[in-house]
């Protein structure tokens, strides 16, 4: 099992959509649906996160950047083999030109 980091950037990603969802769109259940979502996700990196794939964007891919859908977003984790430790990078809106935010 690895242990997983998350990075501030990846806390403000998600502070930023549930917020969005709950105030912006009025559904809470859309932001809880959002988070046990990414928790369910977060869970299954720590087991084995090479189970998701690497970015395709080359530059992406280079930087070692493994990505998982969850419903219109992609998180973004990098794997450090050598601490057994998974630092979720960043949550993004999967329309987004991710290479630009990456």
């Known amino acids: ?6 990075s501030s ?6 502070d930023n959509i549930t917020d969005y969802f709950i ?3 009025n559904s809470k ?5 959002l988070l046990d979502c990414t928790e ?3 869970s299954h990196i720590s087991e084995n ?6 970015y395709h964007d080359k530059d992406i891919a280079e930087r070692g950047y493994h990505y998982s859908v969850i419903g219109n977003f ?4 990098a794997i450090n083999e050598i601490n057994k430790t998974v630092v ?3 949550l993004l809106y999967g329309r987004r030109n991710i290479p630009e935010i990456i």
């Open 49 to 54: 996160p090479y189970m998701y794939p690497v």
């Open 9 to 14: 950037s990846f806390e403000k990603d998600l």
């Open 40 to 42: 369910e996700i977060i």
């Open 23 to 25: 105030n912006s769109l």
């Open 88 to 90: 979720l990078s960043r």
């Open 74 to 77: 992609l998180l973004f984790y």
């Open 1 to 6: 099992m690895y242990n997983v980091i998350t």
């Open 29 to 33: 259940n859309a932001a809880t649906h």
